[in-house]
């Protein structure tokens, strides 16, 4: 049977991930350790792979060793929404490390508000880099040109797509490199990646985990669709390790709403806290922080359960739910929507 990955940069993103593969029907676990691939006892597997933050030489190194062993799979690359870490060298090490494989990169996310169009990515209209993430604190987004920050030192190909049809004429031509596509909808987008799933064993498919509910279509077991009910949660826990101010808004909601908030220190200091909580559910908000906790409990693996709202992905362990969400999205009462979400 055909073996698939999902590689991630980060957690939040690796349960997304994980989340819209539940959700399209594809059983999956994400793994938050490095582990042989090559002989993986699941179809498919999302791995986490901590680029985000790491130098554009470690990074190349850990996409190099992920790539081994795996030259057969379908894979999809998942990337930062808002172009942050070391993509182009990420792109380069998978050119190398996967001979023959174009990546056709797709950036844009338009349920989330990241569109892209004549190769600049936006955010809610903001080109990225003049938007708050051109102030990240641990990664700042220097350039809205996805052509200049895929490029790496290699000089790679990078060939650019308006849209799905421009993708399957490059395709047909043996466009090699890196392919940037636009997208403006997630109609859109759904093409894109449709023509990557048809594909899917000659390129990898990269992108933010959007991507990943119309790449996953053709899957094995794809469409099946998803058991019904999460488990009953009794108590919450929120736990906000984000400098975002959105998800700060987000966690003094959940506040108001009665859970119990741990929001103050670095993200180790969190997670000490939280493994010590009787919460059965966490809503985490922040990357880092979500890694912290589940490294503090124990956790290595997880099973996705889907999505709670756009982006923000449901998954348990060791007998507790996660809620989990990336920083900088989502609207200031998504505590009380997950809730609601809860009860149906």
Not at 18 to 42: F, N, S
Not at 48 to 75: K, N, P
Not at 162 to 174: I, K, P, S, V, Y
Not at 198 to 224: I, N
């Amino acid at each position: 049977m055909e073996q698939s990955y999902v590689f991630a940069d980060d957690a939040t993103g690796a349960l997304e991930a994980g989340a819209l593969l539940a959700e399209a029907g594809v059983k999956a676990l994400v793994r938050l350790r490095p582990y042989d691939a090559a002989h993986d006892d699941r179809l498919t597997s999302v791995i986490l792979l901590a680029t985000r933050h790491e130098s554009a030489e470690r990074a190349s190194e850990m996409v190099r060793a992920a790539a081994a062993g795996v030259a057969g799979a379908a894979i999809y690359w998942k990337t930062d929404s808002t172009l942050r870490g070391p993509i182009g060298a990420c792109f380069e090490a998978l050119l190398e490390a996967l001979p023959g494989r174009a990546v056709v990169y797709a950036p844009a996310y338009p349920a989330l508000g990241r569109t892209c169009r004549n190769g600049v990515l936006r955010v809610y209209g903001v080109e990225v880099a003049e938007s708050e993430f051109g102030r990240d604190a641990l990664n700042p987004v220097r350039t809205s040109s996805v052509v200049e920050t895929v490029a790496g030192p290699g000089g790679y190909a990078v060939s650019r797509a308006a849209d799905a049809r421009e993708l399957t004429e490059l395709l047909r031509r043996g466009a090699a490199g890196v392919i940037v596509c636009d997208a403006e909808t997630e109609e859109e987008a759904e093409a894109l990646m449709e023509v990557c799933a048809a594909e899917r064993r000659r390129l990898v498919a990269a992108g933010p985990a959007g991507g990943v509910r119309y790449w996953a279509r053709r899957l094995p077991g794809a469409g099946s669709g998803i058991s019904a009910g999460w488990p009953e949660v009794g108590k919450w826990l929120a736990v906000c390790g984000s400098r975002h101010a959105v998800s700060r808004a987000q966690a003094k909601a959940a506040r108001r709403l009665g859970l119990d908030l741990i929001a103050e220190g670095d993200a180790d200091r969190l997670a000490a806290v939280a493994a010590e909580s009787t919460a059965r559910g966490m809503m985490i908000f922040g990357g880092d922080t979500a890694l912290a906790v589940w490294r503090a409990l124990g956790i290595e693996t997880l099973e996705p359960l889907g999505e709670a709202l756009p982006g923000v992905a449901v998954s348990r362990a060791g007998g507790r739910v996660f809620v989990t969400k990336a920083g900088g999205f989502g609207e200031a009462d998504l505590a009380e929507r997950v809730l609601e979400r809860w009860k149906r």
